[in-house]
């Protein structure tokens, strides 16, 4: 259906429920058929919800994602829509303005009811604006474990008596499943709580593959680093999520690498020199000279110690996002190309950089660290040995083919 009939129709009897569904999950489902055949609903609209900036989702999963995996629940259901208006924006999902936007699209004979749990019921009067909410739709309950029919109907009481509306509390089996329950299922397995679609896409994605809650890691940087860091890092998870889609990398291995990424940069050159010790990380002369070239290696210490991250994937691209080594990864590469060419940055010759993007990450990666080595070089620094080897040896990769392709043009 057309985003713009969603709420069309005379006559119509729409159910709406709202979400991050990260992911959707077996209950969302079981709430919209309850409603659908309690309340002898038309549709039932899936509304996807905003995240405001630097309230990442839980495992960052990007909007997109949430809607794929909307799709793909409801695949086959003639009766259930998604409604992804807000779920790109970066502003405060309130329930009550997405409603007021509903209505100016809905026929005045048409009438709304928002689905929601029991659970959500008791923290109703919580919302913004609960008076203007009821006085837009009807609240269709759904039961749940843990709120007996007599508690939400106390609710419903109190709470039609201070706001007004309507409040239905519908006796239908109770479902509980929540979405922190649903992300820790491993994908391998097949779960009864999530569409097998579903679960294969979450799978085939890398979708909460790792079990690190950015939240705590969040908390700790906003504790620690500057404003501008701050959006630096914010923007380095958005390109190296970006980068890693396009370059088949796993998103969310790159969205975690890019968050930590800088995890350090607010100690002092002795605690990272210790850091990186700790790590093991060998510690030569040009460190000893240069600590905050080791900004990497003490990251990547913190993401270990503090934050329990033991993929060793994600651990290095923190490790040498600063001086690369010999080998590296895909993820490595992303990272080093993500924390130069994010959005917040600005120097010469970025947007230059920036459309290398089509011509794959070897050659973004060699031009970003020819980029570096001029930095380092023009602001007199000392540049670490690692940075000339691995530069001298991505040219010695490109003259090797450029040579073999000439040969096998002339044979
Ligand atoms: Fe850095
Ligand atoms: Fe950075």
């Known amino acids: 259906m057309n985003k713009n009939q969603l709420y069309k129709g005379k006559n119509k009897k729409i159910g709406i429920l709202g979400g991050t569904f990260n992911p959707v999950h077996n209950g969302h489902i079981h709430m919209a058929k309850c409603a659908m055949e309690k309340l002898g609903l038309d549709r039932v609209v899936f509304m996807a919800a905003g995240i405001p900036p630097h309230k990442m989702l839980a495992f960052n999963t990007s909007p997109e994602d949430r809607i794929n995996m909307l799709k793909l629940a409801i695949r086959g259901n003639d009766q259930f829509f998604i409604d992804d208006f807000e779920a790109g924006s970066a502003e405060k999902a309130y329930s009550y303005i997405s409603l007021e936007r509903i209505h100016e699209s809905l026929n005045e004979s048409s009438a709304l009811y928002f689905i929601i749990g029991a659970d959500s019921l008791m923290q109703l009067d919580k919302w913004k604006r609960p008076e203007k909410l009821l006085s837009l739709c009807t609240f269709a309950v759904i039961p749940r474990d843990g709120y007996t029919k007599v508690q939400c109907e106390e609710k419903i009481d109190e709470l039609t008596k201070e706001y007004g509306g309507e409040i239905l509390y519908l006796d239908c089996e109770k479902y509980n499943m929540s979405s922190t329950v649903a992300r820790d299922y491993d994908y391998d397995e097949t779960s009864s709580n999530l569409d097998e679609n579903v679960a294969e896409y979450i799978r085939l994605n890398g ?102 991250v033991d993929d060793q994937e994600i651990l290095d691209a923190i490790s040498y996002h600063t001086v690369p080594r010999l080998e590296m990864s895909k993820l490595d590469k992303i990272i080093c190309v993500a924390d130069l060419l994010e959005e917040t940055r600005e120097y010469p010759g970025i947007d230059k950089l920036r459309k290398l993007q089509d011509k794959g990450l070897d050659i973004l990666f060699e031009k970003v660290l020819e980029r570096v080595i001029i930095h380092v070089v023009e602001r007199n620094q000392l540049l670490h040995t690692n940075s000339v080897v691995v530069y001298n040896n991505l040219l010695k990769e490109k003259r090797k083919s450029d040579k073999l392709k000439q040969t096998q043009g002339e044979e």
């Open 207 to 308: 979708l909460y593959s790792n079990h690190y809650d950015t939240e705590e890691i969040e908390k700790y940087l906003k504790a620690n680093l500057s404003k501008k860091r701050l959006e630096h890092v914010y923007g380095t998870v958005k390109c190296a999520g970006d980068l890693a889609k396009a370059y088949g990398a796993n998103i969310q291995k790159a969205k975690l690498a890019a968050l930590l990424h800088d995890c350090a940069k607010h100690m002092s050159n002795e605690e990272i020199l210790f850091l990186s010790q700790e790590y093991g990380f060998e510690i030569d002369e040009i460190y000893q000279l240069q600590p905050e070239l080791l900004h990497g290696a003490a990251g990547a210490y913190i993401s270990k110690n503090v934050f329990s």
